[in-house]
Nanobody, 124 residues
Framework: QVQLVESGGGLVQAGGSLRLSCAAS????????MGWFRRAPGKEREFVAA????????LYADSVKGRFTISRVNAKNTVYLQMNSLKPEDTAVYYC?????????????????WGQGTQVTVSS
């Protein structure tokens, strides 16, 4: 079993920044991709960003490209999401997830384990 714990969420004003962290523990895979998704109030879950084990292959949703950066430190089993120039539309619960096949993807079924989520609220 793999446990994922997100942290770093909070309340910020529009234009501000946050850095989310997701730490994996338990029975982790040797190599795995990781991704970030979010769910805004009253809306469906949507893809945000993903990264391969090596860090050399990344994907971003068009809505966050140029503002968000995904990275990872494998020695700590941790993935990060640096969020800059935040907008009220970014308000959501953010979830991280793992893909044991090391395949960065925007599609939910690819991922094996999910964290509990961390709330990000951006005020206008």
């Amino acid at each position: 079993q793999v446990q994922l714990v997100e942290s770093g969420g909070g309340l910020v004003q529009a234009g501000g920044s946050l850095r989310l962290s997701c730490a994996a523990s338990g029975r982790t895979f040797s190599t795995y991709a990781m991704g970030w998704f979010r769910r805004a109030p009253g809306k469906e879950r949507e893809f945000v960003a993903a990264i391969s084990w090596s860090g050399g292959n990344t994907l971003y949703a068009d809505s966050v490209k140029g503002r968000f950066t995904i990275s990872r430190v494998n020695a700590k089993n941790t993935v990060y999401l640096q969020m800059n120039s935040l907008k009220p539309e970014d308000t959501a619960v953010y979830y991280c997830a793992t893909n044991s096949r090391d395949l960065p993807s925007r599609y939910v079924p690819v991922y094996d384990y999910w964290g509990q989520g961390t709330q990000v609220t951006v005020s206008s």
